[in-house]
């Protein structure tokens, strides 16, 4: 799989930044000496902004990169400008949230928590478009056809030949239970969970979070996912969504509660098993 241009911008910023930092150079100076601003420094170290060829190689210059790294930085700058899958519907997405399909794609693996719906990533057309409709009733049928249209393209990481997502999905029975869309696309939905489960074995491990399990301290919180990437240079990063707002998160404090908060959670999941079994169950009670 290609890096995504997203992850490749990321680790090209933080690269600059940390040797930046480590020089004890400041974004005002680095700048002045490429003939730029702060603003535009912090924009390519934040991932958000581009470089040329010419420019990288002077800033590389006044960090005291070697010839090696800067080729390295250099193909991390050509990888960022490649155009991605999600290139056309930018117009219908916040810039956060087209960032977050590049995290996404470009992820080794993703510990997600789904309160209240399955998550994104194994939904069925049906039952995501109820979802669209249901979250934004005023959204056009031809809009909402287009969001679950990269919904479905999302989920092509999983059954990447090459180099698949790694899943681990943490749902609430909750989510299982609710009848998005009716009872038929529920149906259709948890007959669907079950076959990339049984498709999956070794990528997807998803666990249900029954009813019979104490309080834990993402209960009652929003959905979450946890990004871990193949290179050893980024940190892993999470995504939050509440009803009203996006969030990317980095910092390592921050970081380090939603780790303990997923960590816990899956301890009071059910095994791969029964959770399979719950899911099952629930089907065939609502056929």
Do not use: C
């Not at 991390?76 to 056309?88: F, H, N």
């Amino acid at each position: 799989m290609a890096m995504s241009p997203s992850v490749a911008a990321w680790e090209l910023g933080l690269r600059l930044r940390e040797r930046r930092e480590l020089m004890d150079v400041t974004a005002v100076s680095a700048g002045k000496a490429i003939g730029t601003s702060q603003s535009y420094i912090s924009g390519i170290e934040n991932g958000k902004l581009k470089i040329n060829a010419r420019k990288l190689a002077e800033l590389a210059a006044v960090l005291e990169f070697d010839e090696a790294e800067l080729e390295e930085l250099q193909e991390l700058r050509e990888a960022a400008g490649k155009r991605a899958w999600w290139s056309p519907y930018s117009a219908m997405f916040s810039s956060d949230v087209l960032r977050y399909f590049g995290f996404e794609h470009g992820a080794e693996g993703i510990r997600a928590y789904n309160a209240g719906l399955i998550s994104g990533l194994l939904q069925t057309e049906s039952y995501a478009l109820a979802v669209m409709r249901g979250g934004g009733p005023s959204i056009r049928l031809a809009e909402a056809n287009r969001r679950v249209e990269v919904r479905m393209k999302r989920q092509e990481r999983l059954d990447d030949k090459e180099d698949p997502l790694r899943l681990t999905a943490l749902i609430t029975e909750s989510a299982l239970r609710q009848q998005v869309g009716g009872r038929e696309v529920m149906v259709g939905q948890l007959r669907h969970l079950v076959s990339r489960i049984e498709q999956l074995p070794d990528t997807l491990d998803v666990r249900i979070i029954p009813f019979s399990a104490d309080y834990y301290n993402a209960l009652g919180g929003s959905s979450f996912y946890i990004f871990g990437f193949a290179s050893s240079r980024l940190p892993e990063l999470v995504w939050q969504e509440t009803i009203t707002s996006t969030d990317l998160i980095d910092q390592p404090m921050r970081m380090r509660e939603y780790n303990l908060a997923h960590d816990q959670a899956l301890g009071y999941a059910l095994g791969r098993t029964e959770s399979l079994g719950l899911i099952d169950q629930i089907r065939r009670e609502l056929e």
